[in-house]
């Protein structure tokens, strides 16, 4: 085997968790498939950084490591650890036609089923695939590196394994930390809109609930400012906005000093960019003022408190009886 090949290998596990780590001369790619098909590790050989966000904290196995209390919305935050993460089949806890359903949905902290199926020097391929407990979904995933290509190109399917038509939300909970952006950055998207989240608390960066062009929008003090600039670490605040309107092919691009990352998705299936920012400002539960976390999120719809049935229908991802829908998402790292 020489140097620059694809490699794929799953004789790894992490807390009692299966993981499997794909590589080529570029990337590094760790898949937690016990919990949630996690991508927790991706690293950038040339600049030897793993670019996803690690908060200071470990990687619990939920099967192992829990509250006495367990009946609570917010599983998702007592287990987050950084990462990315698939987002299924809704975000606000909510009851969703009779399913109880906690904080960014089911999949993200279930065992997930995998295979190999393709292990060649020239390429290879993971597929994993789940099914949510409360929602008759499944979810299938495939994972590909190729030589000398720095691009993980993701291919999804969601099928509706009932005979009833389904509503819910998709996302790709995509953060990063202090290793790639604590000095600061730059995006750049091609999204054309922003809309800053109302529910937000006061230590926040933009003005909410107005609809504005994106990049030169409003910041709290009504002074205009780029919003494409990502401030280093030692600004502090917290805010989430929704960045949406895509002129062409649905993407972000994450500029610094030494590379650049992007993120190129299906803007039909994925109609909102979240723009999410934890800067040490929140001193309470779940970040205790230790957090600093960016992440830009592709997802199905903004996110909504207490959606009506005429909301989920009009703006939420719709699967017929029976049916499913297809798309894929691509990354890739470039050095400056």
């Known amino acids: ?34 919990r949630g ?3 927790f590790h991706f690293e950038f050989k040339p600049l030897q950084k793993n670019l996803l966000l690690k908060l200071d904290k470990d990687i619990h196995n939920p099967n192992v490591v829990f509250s006495q209390m367990r009946n609570t919305n917010n599983q998702f935050e007592d287990y987050y650890y950084g990462g990315w993460q698939e987002i299924l089949p809704n975000t606000a806890p909510m009851n969703l036609r009779g399913a109880e359903l906690g904080q960014h949905g089911e999949v993200s902290l279930i065992p997930w089923k995998y295979a190999i199926v393709q292990d060649s020097p020239e390429e290879v391929s993971l597929k994993v695939w789940t099914r949510p407990l409360r929602m008759p979904l499944l979810i299938e995933k495939t994972l590909t590196i190729k030589k000398g290509e720095s691009n993980l190109i993701i291919d999804e399917k969601l099928t509706n394994e009932s005979n009833t038509s389904l509503a819910f939300m998709w ?7 202090l290793e790639l952006l604590g000095n600061g950055g730059r995006i750049e998207t091609s999204a054309t809109q922003f809309e800053a989240e109302i529910l937000m608390p006061d230590h926040r960066l933009f003005k909410p609930g107005i609809k504005q062009d994106w990049p030169k929008v409003l910041d709290i003090n009504e ?14 605040f917290s805010d ?11 993407f ?10 992007s993120v190129h998705w299906d ?13 040490y400002a929140s001193q309470d539960s779940p970040w205790w003022g230790n957090a600093f976390a960016i992440a830009l999120e592709p997802w199905s719809a903004k996110w909504l408190p207490d959606p009506s049935a005429q909301e989920m229908k009009d703006n939420w991802l719709n699967i017929p009886e029976n049916g499913s829908i297809s798309t894929t998402l691509t990354t890739n790292c470039r050095l400056k």
């Open 37 to 39: 098909s996690d991508i």
């Open 1 to 34: 085997m020489k140097r620059n090949d694809c490699t794929i290998n799953d004789n790894w596990t992490y807390n009692g968790m299966k993981v499997v780590f794909m590589e080529n001369e570029f990337l590094k790619i760790g898949i937690l498939v016990d």
């Open 223 to 236: 002074n205009l400012v780029d919003g494409n600039t990502i401030l280093p670490s030692s600004k502090h």
């Open 171 to 177: 996302g790709h909970h995509i953060a990063f930390g």
């Open 240 to 250: 989430l906005g929704y960045l949406s309107e895509f002129e062409g092919r649905a």
């Open 267 to 279: 803007k039909v299936i994925f109609k909102s960019l979240w723009y999410w920012q934890e800067r």
């Open 252 to 261: 972000y691009r994450i500029h610094t000093d030494e590379m650049e990352f």
